[in-house]
């Protein structure tokens, strides 16, 4: 069966110097080195699966989700989503995706009703047939009826996340990206966009992708885990499979990177990449 | 047909969106207008100062109807360049780039939805302007050949829309100094234009760049349909030269746009961090 994501060989790096590079090229001066976001990723990921990649912030995990997400092109290897490439064909690749990332990115001075009906009418989603499902889903959201209609800068980051997550499940993705999503929320609201994660597992024929550092979430929601540091696959296998006995998933993250989980929420990094 | 359908409801997502953003921050919009009223206002009255500094009589009257027309008419132009330049820069400020950029449309539907907007909210905003201006002068407009000045407003917009295009790629380039440079951008074409003055007054070096700036031919236009009621045919050798560099600025800018937008994407510049 085809994969849902296939990433063979992926390679990103940046360059530090930016447009400064080229003058520096130019001008027969130094270059910085390049800063190796991802090496040779190799990842196959099945329908159907709850996907985690888990990593201390600038370990290339949400180089990885943007990659994907075409939201970067990469330097070389190759990235197929459902048989799609995700640089020759992003557009097709981008009808069946969506991505939650760390920060709910909105217009915060529009609603949840305005911010997602933009995005119903941008995926060519009918006006009567949007309206019905942002209702729905934000109240399953359990989203007040009168916060629907209210900035988004009057609610929690709890409950803005939710509605980013509302918004990802508006374009009915078969894919789903999850790019940290509970990074920075209280326990009750992780909770709860963590049981969405399930029910969406549960119930929709999608795929999920899930960065994270909470192991935890992690070993809870995902079918299969990658350990990545530095931008290399250090270990993919069942949560189970890579503890040992006695050892909790943190720990075996430990003894697999040499140093515990770095957090810096809710920070993606500086690479335009980040974590 | 349907996709063309798709894209162009999505196109018209942007025009609503930004529309609802504009209200709701319709604080800012009252400082802004109060601000473009007060800044008209304050050129108009030059004419009259001008008679008292002068010491002698002219046609002040005359005067005021070209410094309103260029005050108002640059309102006008310089409101759809800033809307249509910033496109990127706001996506980036709401924090919304990516997600608008993940969208399965084409770029040239958001650059679309963008510059609708920006014609469609410059327009109104310049027509409070005139209106209020126009009461404080008590402007004799019966001459005025509005259709004409239309007309013109319309066609000379395209060919500012190529230049802003094109200015929207900057940030997409420079995180930092995109945005600035859009605004040396716009403080040139106010020099070279014409907008105050007639362009002969310019050195001659100067007054080479107002060949190019699309600015330069609405101004004229402009001025001829409602200082003169100039017919809308007698009005057409002006639209060659704006057709012209909308012919050579559209697809240009719309070409620098989507090489910016790969350079961003492989530099991992599309998001401003940190």
């Known amino acids: ?275 | 047909m349907v996709p063309l359908r798709r894209e162009v409801s999505a196109s018209y997502a942007f025009v609503e969106r930004n529309f609802r953003a504009v209200r709701r921050y319709w604080g800012w919009e009252v400082v802004f207008l109060f601000h473009s009223i007060v800044s008209a206002l304050t050129v108009a009255y030059i004419a009259p100062g001008g008679v008292v500094v002068a010491g002698q009589q002219f046609d002040a009257d005359r005067l005021i109807l070209f410094l309103v027309v260029g005050t108002v008419v640059w309102a006008y132009l310089d409101s759809v360049f800033d809307s249509v330049a910033f496109m990127v820069s706001w996506e980036r400020w709401e924090g919304t780039i990516e997600s608008t950029f993940m969208a399965p449309i084409r770029r040239v539907t958001f650059i679309a939805g963008s510059s609708a907007f920006a014609v469609l909210y410059s327009f109104a905003r310049a027509v409070v302007i005139l209106v209020v201006v126009a009461l404080f002068f008590n402007l004799d407009l019966a001459a005025a050949n509005w259709v004409g000045a239309f007309a013109v407003l319309a066609i000379g917009s395209l060919g500012l829309l190529g230049i802003g295009i094109m200015s929207a790629a900057l940030p997409l380039l420079f995180l930092e100094r995109g945005s600035q440079m859009t605004v040396v951008v716009q403080a040139s074409l106010l020099l070279v234009s014409g907008v105050y003055y007639p362009v002969e007054v310019l050195p001659d070096w100067l007054e080479w760049f107002s060949v190019i700036s699309p600015a330069t031919y609405v101004l004229n236009a402009m001025r001829a349909a409602v200082l003169d009621g100039v017919t809308l045919v007698d009005l057409l050798p002006h639209f060659g030269p704006l057709l012209l560099i909308t012919a050579v600025t559209m697809p240009l800018g719309v070409w620098v746009f989507g090489w910016a937008e790969r350079y961003a994407l492989r530099h991992g510049r599309l998001k401003r961090s940190g």
Not at chain 1, 132 to 156: H, N, T, V, W
């Open chain 1, 1 to 275: 069966m085809q994969p849902a994501v296939s990433i063979d060989h992926l390679v990103k790096q940046f360059d530090p110097a930016g447009f400064g590079g080229a003058w520096r090229r130019a001008l027969g001066r130094p270059l910085k080195d390049p800063i190796v976001a991802l090496d040779a990723i190799n990842v196959q990921v099945q329908r159907g699966e709850v996907y985690g990649i888990v990593g201390s912030n600038g370990s290339g995990k949400s180089t990885l989700a943007r990659v994907v997400a075409t939201l970067l092109l990469p330097d070389s290897g190759s990235v197929q989503v459902f048989g799609h490439d995700v640089v020759r064909e992003a557009r097709t690749v981008r009808r069946f995706m969506n991505r939650v990332s760390v920060e709910a990115s909105f217009f915060k001075k529009l609603s949840p009703l305005e911010n997602l009906t933009f995005t119903g009418r941008i995926y060519g989603l009918p006006a009567g047939e949007a309206h019905q499902q942002i209702f729905e889903i934000l109240k399953r959201l359990d989203i007040e009826e009168k916060a629907i209609r209210r900035p988004m800068d009057q609610m929690s980051r709890g409950q803005q996340q939710k509605v980013a997550v509302a918004r990802a499940l508006l374009t009915s993705p078969v894919l789903l990206i999850l790019d940290e999503p509970t990074t920075g929320l209280d326990p009750r609201s992780k909770r709860e966009v963590q049981d969405f994660v399930r029910e969406v597992r549960d119930t929709h024929d999608a795929t999920v992708i899930l960065m994270t550092h909470d192991m935890d979430e992690a070993e809870q929601l995902c079918n299969r885990l990658a350990v990545i540091e530095k931008g290399r696959i250090l270990v993919e296998d069942k949560p189970s499979a890579l503890r040992r006995e006695g050892e909790t998933l943190e720990d075996a993250f430990i003894r697999l990177t040499g140093h515990a989980v770095e957090v810096h929420e809710p920070d993606e990094g500086a690479d335009g990449g980040g974590g």
